[in-house]
């Protein structure tokens, strides 16, 4: 168990409806980063947060926002949902050490 | 940006033997080196990280090398186990700055 929690495990929608997918960070853990990883494809960066504020920004579609909340956990809102974006998500954390622990993953069907 | 080419992108070998796999980088700002084995449909796991001020890493039967004039790391893991097989990947980065991965290896480790 890597400390990063996600929810929901797996997420069934259809095309055209808008999904919110939750990551709380390990303790101490100031950074998230969101990545998606399409069948048979490697890990893309999406979109970083630092303590509430947007850090980095990788190839996020417009379609696709995130945010982190005081507490620290964040959501990545995904809408206008097309059968691309079919995918495993996964959050990750860090900010202790440069190490980042992914959390469980939230897969994500869209038929 | 930082680019990350990953050879080979499948090997098999018999248990007992040897498999390594071979990561280069483009920006020479990188300054860590982590390794991932992802079992289907599961997290991404850190395996073992490097830093470039090291030019070699072990950890019982896994090692990574850094030849940071030439950009390239590699992971070696000895002695292989039926266990090992999942898809490995390497990245890069700045230090909590996003990873840049690989594409992957899929290693199949023989009985």
């Known amino acids: 168990d890597s400390g990063v929690t996600q929810t929901p495990k797996h997420l069934i929608t259809a095309t055209g409806q808008r999904v919110t997918l939750r990551c709380s960070p390990r303790s101490g853990d100031l950074s998230v980063y969101w990545y998606q990883q399409s069948l048979d494809q490697g890990l893309q960066f999406l979109i970083q947060?630092?303590?509430?504020?947007?850090?980095a920004k990788g190839n996020i579609l417009e379609r696709f926002s995130a945010q982190q909340f005081p507490d620290l956990h964040s959501e990545l809102n995904l809408s206008s949902l097309e059968l691309g974006d079919s995918a495993l998500y996964f959050c990750a954390s860090d900010w202790v050490t440069d190490t980042q622990y992914f959390g469980p993953g939230t897969r994500l069907t869209v038929l | 940006g930082e680019n990350v080419e990953q050879h080979p992108s499948t090997l098999s070998v018999q248990e007992g033997d040897s498999a390594v796999i071979k990561c280069t980088y483009s920006d020479s700002a990188s300054n860590y080196f982590p390794w991932y084995k992802q079992e289907l449909g599961k997290r991404p796991q850190l395996i073992i990280d490097?830093?470039?001020?090291?030019g070699e890493k072990k950890d019982q039967r896994i090692a990574v090398t850094l030849n940071k004039t030439a950009k390239h790391f590699s992971l070696h893991i000895t002695e292989t186990q039926p266990e090992d097989s999942a898809v490995y990947f390497c990245a890069a980065s700045g230090g909590n700055t996003p990873l840049v991965f690989g594409k992957g290896t899929r290693l199949s480790v023989i009985a």
């Open positions: 947060y630092y303590n509430g504020e947007e850090r």
């Open positions: 490097i830093r470039s001020n090291v």
